[in-house]
């Protein structure tokens, strides 16, 4: 017996060994980011060796290159024991992303564990809470469900993944019916991105526990049909990913969407008619959202165009984008509720002008939300957090 204790406190010491290992390469002892009372925040990072350290993110003023607006870039300034800092101004609530470049490479910070992924981009984040930015906090509310669900896609040939959202008290009301508002990503996402980047599952949690959404089903596909789900989640091994994909807008995903709506209505208790069914989605997710719903006006009542890639599409590739003036006129005889937001320093910007002069030339309405910035995630989030409480009402 004494033998057997022995021989038990010896495999419990080489395993607290094993993971005190583990622990030692983990995060080292600087605190970044740092939030501090008076709302600024302080990065650091640690490297003796470096020569030079950056922090860039999107809570710095952005740049303009030719017509793109990207992140701002500070300088960091060394101290003792190699520990690189910045403190920036007093930043307003959101959800903030940054990266540090070290010596010309970027990397996140190693000592944040909040690390999301889009597409092939890893961004660390953390939230300044307050006003809109509560909405993508968690909060001791109801939650929803957040599934990783299987479907057959014969246009694809193959099954496809997409994440579905299923609101507080659906399992538990075996009886209850909802409506479906369909959330479409940018080029280069994924089924993904809404949920890690855009806060899509809290912004619904907080919005309907409040009562100022209905409770909904989300479901957020992957757009990118040449591939059967996000990077790293099908049994192909290790493939890079690439934002140039094939076949993201020529027509074959718009095609396929009816394969997404018939197993979503098959297998959850939704209301299948079009006053119960919203599509919405950014930049690339915005371009399939219109020519889905315009090909499909007895489908949806409700569509969102965030920073949607308009104007973009050559109409010989695929007969979803031909006549299109044809098909906008079938689509708004049924009254569809049409949003459209931008940011005025997005590179689409007038690309949204444009196509929105289309739509007042035919005397057709639609709401116009124009924010500051450009193609950026944090007017996503916005223009997701005004879409939904306007939808089912």
Same mark, same amino acid.
């Given at each position: 017996?004494?033998?057997?204790?022995?021989?038990?406190?010896?495999?419990?010491?080489?395993?607290?060994?094993?993971?005190?290992?583990?622990? #030692?390469?983990?995060?080292?002892?600087?605190?970044?980011?740092?939030?501090?009372?008076?709302?600024?925040?302080?990065?650091?990072?640690?490297?003796?060796?470096?020569?030079?350290?950056?922090?860039?993110?999107?809570?710095?003023?952005?740049?303009?290159?030719?017509?793109?607006?990207? +992140?701002?870039?500070?300088?960091?300034?060394?101290?003792?024991?190699?520990?690189?800092?910045?403190?920036?101004?007093?930043?307003?609530?959101?959800?903030?992303?940054?990266?540090?470049?070290?010596?010309?490479?970027?990397?996140?910070?190693?000592?944040?564990?909040?690390?999301?992924?889009?597409?092939?981009?890893?961004?660390?984040?953390?939230?300044?809470?307050?006003?809109?930015?509560?909405?993508?906090?968690?909060?001791?509310?109801?939650?929803?469900?957040?599934?990783?669900?299987?479907?057959?896609?014969?246009?694809?040939?193959?099954?496809?993944?997409?994440?579905?959202?299923?609101?507080?008290?659906?399992?538990?009301?075996?009886?209850?019916?909802?409506?479906?508002?369909?959330?479409?990503?940018?080029?280069?996402?994924?089924?993904?991105?809404?949920?890690?980047?855009? !806060?899509?599952?809290?912004?619904?949690?907080?919005?309907?526990?409040?009562?100022? =959404?209905?409770?909904?089903?989300?479901? *957020?596909?992957?757009?990118?049909?040449?591939?059967?789900? =996000?990077?790293? +989640?099908?049994?192909?091994?290790?493939?890079?990913?690439?934002?140039?994909?094939?076949?993201?807008?020529?027509?074959?995903?718009?095609?396929?969407?009816?394969?997404?709506?018939?197993?979503?209505?098959?297998?959850? !208790?939704?209301?299948?008619?079009?006053? #119960?069914?919203?599509?919405?989605?950014?930049?690339?997710?915005?371009?399939?959202?219109?020519?889905?719903?315009?090909?499909?006006?007895?489908?949806?009542?409700?569509?969102?165009?965030? #920073?949607?890639?308009?104007?973009?599409?050559?109409?010989?590739?695929?007969?979803?984008?031909?006549?299109?003036?044809?098909?906008?006129?079938?689509?708004?005889?049924?009254?569809?509720?049409?949003?459209?937001?931008?940011?005025?320093?997005? *590179?689409?910007? +007038?690309?949204?002008?444009?196509?929105?002069?289309?739509?007042?030339?035919?005397?057709?309405?639609?709401?116009?939300?124009?924010?500051?910035?450009?193609?950026?995630?944090?007017?996503?989030?916005?223009?997701?957090?005004?879409?939904?409480?306007?939808?089912? +009402?």
């Amino acid at each position: 017996m004494k033998k057997a204790i022995l021989i038990i406190a010896a495999l419990f010491s080489l395993t607290f060994a094993a993971n005190a290992q583990e622990l #030692s390469n983990a995060p080292g002892p600087v605190n970044s980011p740092q939030i501090n009372p008076d709302g600024t925040v302080t990065f650091r990072f640690q490297d003796r060796k470096a020569m030079k350290v950056q922090v860039t993110g999107d809570f710095l003023p952005a740049q303009i290159v030719g017509r793109q607006e990207v +992140q701002g870039v500070a300088d960091m300034k060394e101290g003792e024991n190699g520990v690189w800092e910045y403190t920036s101004e007093k930043l307003a609530p959101e959800f903030y992303g940054y990266k540090f470049i070290v010596d010309g490479v970027t990397i996140p910070d190693p000592a944040n564990l909040v690390v999301c992924r889009d597409g092939s981009t890893l961004t660390t984040k953390f939230l300044i809470p307050g006003d809109r930015a509560d909405l993508y906090a968690i909060h001791d509310v109801p939650h929803g469900t957040v599934s990783h669900v299987w479907y057959p896609s014969p246009v694809a040939g193959f099954n496809r993944r997409m994440v579905v959202y299923t609101p507080a008290g659906y399992e538990t009301n075996p009886k209850a019916k909802y409506p479906v508002v369909y959330i479409l990503h940018g080029i280069g996402g994924d089924e993904d991105s809404w949920i890690t980047h855009g !806060r899509a599952a809290q912004i619904l949690d907080n919005l309907i526990a409040s009562g100022k =959404a209905k409770p909904m089903i989300a479901v *957020f596909t992957n757009g990118n049909i040449s591939q059967q789900a =996000a990077v790293h +989640q099908t049994g192909n091994g290790y493939i890079h990913q690439s934002t140039m994909l094939p076949k993201t807008m020529e027509g074959t995903f718009e095609t396929s969407f009816n394969e997404v709506v018939n197993f979503i209505d098959k297998n959850y !208790r939704t209301i299948a008619k079009k006053q #119960s069914r919203a599509i919405c989605g950014l930049s690339m997710g915005g371009h399939h959202s219109l020519y889905i719903s315009a090909n499909n006006p007895d489908e949806f009542g409700y569509v969102g165009l965030f #920073s949607a890639a308009v104007g973009v599409t050559d109409e010989s590739v695929s007969p979803m984008y031909q006549d299109l003036d044809a098909k906008l006129a079938k689509q708004f005889a049924g009254k569809p509720f049409y949003f459209i937001a931008c940011g005025n320093s997005d *590179f689409l910007f +007038q690309a949204n002008k444009s196509f929105m002069a289309k739509l007042d030339a035919a005397g057709y309405p639609y709401k116009f939300m124009e924010t500051d910035g450009g193609h950026i995630w944090k007017n996503w989030r916005i223009y997701l957090t005004e879409y939904l409480p306007m939808i089912f +009402q």
